[in-house]
Every structure is written in structure tokens, then in C-alpha cells.
């Protein structure tokens, strides 16, 4: 995750990510730099667009937060009811003694 980090921490420095960019950036963090993963991603970002790939990226981030919201209103709901009936036992409880 390292070399990923310092490749966006070059786009959005905008500078150009190649080898001797990210060398520098791990060097800087005090990370023993692979030649080979940095050809990798070097080779691997040549042809992708960051700025399009991130905001795919928030956009499939932000689906399940949406989808999160009714099951935590449900939770609530479900503990209310639970709460209700507690506070009625405890009403009978009362009236029995």
C-alpha cells in the first residue's frame, strides 16, 4: 500500500509518477524501496486515469453508507420496542407487588 500512497501523493503534488518519483517519496518516508513492485505500478498506472479512478472509487464507497442508514434505523426501532416492553413488565410487576 506504501507505493500506492506515494503514487497519489505524487498526482496530487502534481508530479509525475515515475520510478525515480517514487523512490524519492519511499526514501523520504524511510521505506527500503523494491525496484520491481515500482516498475510494476509504474507500468500498471501508464495508461488509467487517477482522478476518474478515485472518484469511481467514492462513488462505490459511498453505496453501502447509504445502505447503512435503514438497518441502523431498525436497530433503533427493535430497541425501542424493547424498551417498551420492559417498562410494561415492570408496570405489571408493580401492580402485583
Known sequence: ???????????SAGKTIDEA????VLKSAS???DDAKIKALVASLQNINIEDAIQKSAVVAAAPAAGAAP???????EKD???TEE???GG?????G
Not at 1 to 11: E, G, N, P, R, S
Not at 92 to 96: I, P, S, T, V
Open 92 to 96: 405489571l410487576a408493580a401492580l402485583f
Open 1 to 11: 500500500m506504501q507505493y500506492v500512497y506515494a503514487a497519489l501523493m505524487l498526482h
Open 31 to 33: 521505506i527500503e524501496a
Open 71 to 77: 438497518a441502523a434505523e431498525k436497530k433503533k426501532e
Open 87 to 89: 417498562e410494561a413488565a
Open 81 to 83: 420496542e424493547k424498551k
Open 21 to 24: 518519483s517514487l523512490k524519492s
